[in-house]
């Protein structure tokens, strides 16, 4: 974490409730993972659309859909379990989390500040 989110975090300026999100793609057979401050639908649709200029993972496919999602209590929260589960480097363990909620509150658990 840089100095100038630390600093806005010591104003709790960045303390509002943020998601750590999974979509997935059929045609692609893919998973994106990130992390949000945006509702998950909101983050979606400007996935879907060309909000994003630059070239992005997610333009490989036209069809991504919310897999999962989980709230978190600010978004260094929802960094740290998106930087999780990409480490995990795992198709099983994300298919877990959405058949397991209590992974997801394990998560916040050992990832809340």
Known sequence: MGPQFKALR?????????Y?????SVS??????????D????????HLSDFYKKPKFTNIASDWKI?????????????????????MKSR???QNLKRFDD?????ISKYSS
């Open 20 to 24: 750590c999100y999974i979509l997935y």
């Open 39 to 46: 509702n998950p639908d909101i983050r979606l649709d400007k």
């Open 67 to 87: 897999f999962w999602f989980l709230e978190c209590p600010d978004i260094f929260t929802a960094r740290k379990i998106e930087k999780h589960i990409k480490k």
């Open 92 to 94: 099983k363990y994300i």
């Open 10 to 18: 010591s104003f709790g300026a960045l303390n509002f409730m943020a």
């Open 28 to 37: 692609a057979d893919k998973f994106y993972i990130g992390f949000t401050s």
């Open 103 to 107: 992974i997801g509150k394990k998560l």
